[in-house]
Each structure stands twice: as C-alpha cells, then as structure tokens.
Antibody, heavy 121, light 110 residues
C-alpha cells in the first residue's frame, strides 16, 4: 500500500524554524519526485517546492514565496523527505502536504499524505 | 493571486452536468499537462485527472477533462451529492519553474 505520512507540524513564533518530515512506504522512493504543497486556512492550494530523484541529481525548485527561507532534502536510506522552514511568517500558516509525482507518465500527485498543520503565531 | 484562473463557485442539481474552467497561458497550460484535484472538507486532495484527460484507476468516468490552447475544463456529469467539494486545476509553469494551482472552485450540489 502506498503511504506518505507527514509529521513535525506545530505552533511556532514568527521568525522561528520548523522541519517537517514526509515518510513514504509502499513504493520505490527513488523512482519518484516528491513535492510539498500547502493550504492556508480559508485559501486554496499552493505549491511550495519539489525534490527530484537521484537520476535527476536531487535537484529542487521552490515557490517564490518561500525561496531562500525553505529548503527540501531527502534521505533515500530512510525513504524520507524533509522541509526545513526558516524565518517563518504568519502567512506560512497552513496545512502542509507531501505528494508524489510519476514523471514518466506525467502523473502529478497521485498519492498525498494526510497533512501536518503549521501555525505561525 | 493565482496565475491559473478558475471561477470561485459552480453549482448544479443532482443528475446535471457541470463544467469548471481553468485559464492559463502559453507557459503553463498550453505547453504542459493539466491536472485536476478534488478536495473534500477535512481531507487531502485527490487526483481526478492527469496529463490533460487521463483518469487514474478508480475515478468514475463521470469525470472528464479537456484542454484547448491556454484553457482547460473539467466536466462532472450525473452530478451527485458526494461531488460537493473544492476542485483545483494545476499545471507546471516553464517560466516560473514551479507548479501552479488555480484558485479553486467550490462545487455545490443543490
């Protein structure tokens, strides 16, 4: 069974830091890209960043709103992805999801985690 | 403000057909595949359509999608009460180097 499980959310003060984790199982982690997507309260979905696999040099992309403050890393040995968030602002408050992309068939986000809530206040 | 534009709301009665539009540009919808997601309250989004018009296994054929130029649309036929949810289009933007989501459309079944 394909699973993605986020953890690490919580309450943090403005200017603070937090690291989210996304643990995956049920599929070959290194065959997929993994993205972070968030949904602020009362708003729509917003893409945060992308982590590509080893075949694509583990390259990353970030939304302009988080570039320079957030960083994605992955540990293939632990089948885990991390979102390191620094200089947090109130507008970063959101439910954060990780989701996988099968780049070979252009299938973005066929599986999502349940989300982890970040509140900056 | 989202670069992909969706109507904020749509509605229909049970059994009707409803369409939701998504307008973008040459750097996203026109050049990349469009995906559609359904998000029910309190749950994670669910993939409905990928790469313009492909349905993942398990998604009913009541859901269909198309794309033309810089616009895409999702159609829901035989509307059911359980279709009441938020719907999002998404496409990679080659200029921005990131995934763009539409602002979302709240579908109400009257």
């Amino acid at each position: 069974e394909v699973r993605l499980v986020e953890s690490g959310g919580g309450l943090v003060q403005p200017g603070g830091s937090l690291t989210l984790s996304c643990a995956v199982s049920g599929f070959t982690f290194n065959d997929y890209y993994i993205d972070w997507i968030r949904r602020p309260p009362g708003k729509g979905l917003e893409w945060v960043g992308r982590s590509r696999n080893k075949a694509n040099d583990y390259s990353t992309n970030y939304a302009a709103s988080v570039k320079g403050r957030f960083a994605v890393s992955r540990d293939d040995s632990r089948n885990s992805l991390y979102l390191h968030m620094n200089s947090l602002k109130s507008e970063d408050s959101a439910m954060y999801y990780c989701a996988r992309t099968d780049i070979n068939i252009l299938k973005d986000y066929d599986y999502w985690g349940q989300g982890t809530l970040v509140t900056v206040s | 403000q989202s670069v992909l534009t969706q109507p904020p709301s749509a509605s229909g009665t049970p059994g009707q057909r409803v369409t939701i539009s998504c307008s973008g540009s040459s750097s996203n919808i026109e050049s990349k595949g469009v995906n559609w997601y359904q998000q029910l309250p309190g749950t994670a989004p669910k993939l409905l359509i990928y790469n313009n018009n492909h349905r993942p296994s398990g998604v009913p054929d009541r859901f269909s999608a198309s794309k033309s130029g810089t616009s895409a649309s999702l159609a829901v036929s035989g509307l059911r009460s359980e279709d009441e949810a938020d719907y999002y289009c998404a496409a990679w933007d080659v200029s921005l180097g990131g995934m763009l989501f539409g602002g979302g459309t709240k579908l109400t079944v009257l």
